[in-house]
């Protein structure tokens, strides 16, 4: 199975802060990978498809890279709403596996 | 609007076994794989299996393999998750998801049902 290794696990940044999330997979999972952003009590939602897409209605803000086993989620300028936990996962291969979580807090 | 409605949920013993349902609309049902994810209280999101559009295919997590069969209803746009041999491992939230986006990924979540594994 393709292991998925999120850091850092929490983050605490101030509003306007740029935040970067990092994502390592166990093996090359070439451009299969996506970010959700979940917030307490509610269905993940899908920010970034294929490494770098932006889902539809999703704020430019966020911004995806990376190829092969190394990723990142950036989020330009941090907003009180962006408070919530994030998390990549490879389509690469089954079973789909999830990083572990990036728990994001507003200063 | 599209929308996935899991039902199902409950308090069940060790060992006993629980049957999940998915109730889709909105969307045509029959054109999409549908998958199974959980999240055990405070923990990250696992995810559990897919079928596809048709049936044919089936993939499980290992961690549920042998135990959990996934199954659909074409006819009545309806996903089920049929869990046996039930552990306190499997408490979760559990969500049906899809991708309608051609994607390949989870664009629609249902709100998700809650299974509670306990004697």
């Known amino acids: 199975d393709i292991q998925m290794t999120q850091s850092p696990s929490t983050l605490s940044a101030s509003v306007g802060d740029r935040v970067t999330i990092t994502c390592r997979a166990s093996?090359?999972?070439?451009?299969?990978l996506a970010w959700y952003q979940q917030k307490p009590g509610k269905a993940p939602k899908l920010l970034i498809y294929k490494a770098s897409s932006l889902e539809s209605g999703v704020a430019s803000g966020f911004s995806g890279s990376g190829s092969g086993t190394q990723f990142t989620l950036t989020i330009s300028s941090l907003q009180p709403d962006d408070l919530a936990t994030y998390y990549c996962q490879q389509y690469n291969s089954y079973p789909w596996t999830f990083g572990q979580g990036t728990k994001v807090d507003i200063k | 609007q599209v929308q996935l409605v899991e039902s199902g949920g409950g308090v069940v013993q060790p060992g006993r076994s629980l049957r999940l349902s998915c109730a889709a609309s909105g969307f045509t049902f029959s054109n999409y794989g549908m998958h199974w994810v959980r999240q055990a209280p405070g923990k990250g999101l696992e995810w559990v299996t897919i079928?596809?559009?048709?049936?044919?295919?089936?993939y499980y997590a290992d961690s549920v393999k042998g135990r959990f069969t996934v199954s659909r209803d074409n006819s009545k746009n309806t996903l089920f998750l049929q869990m046996n041999s039930l552990r306190a491992e499997d408490t979760a939230v559990y969500y049906c998801?899809?991708?309608?986006?051609?994607?390949?990924?989870?664009?629609?979540w249902g709100q998700g049902t809650m299974v509670i594994v306990s004697s």
């Open positions: 079928i596809y559009y048709d049936g044919s295919n089936k």
């Open positions: 998801a899809t991708s309608l986006g051609g994607k390949g990924v989870f664009d629609i």
């Open positions: 093996q090359n999972i070439s451009s299969w």
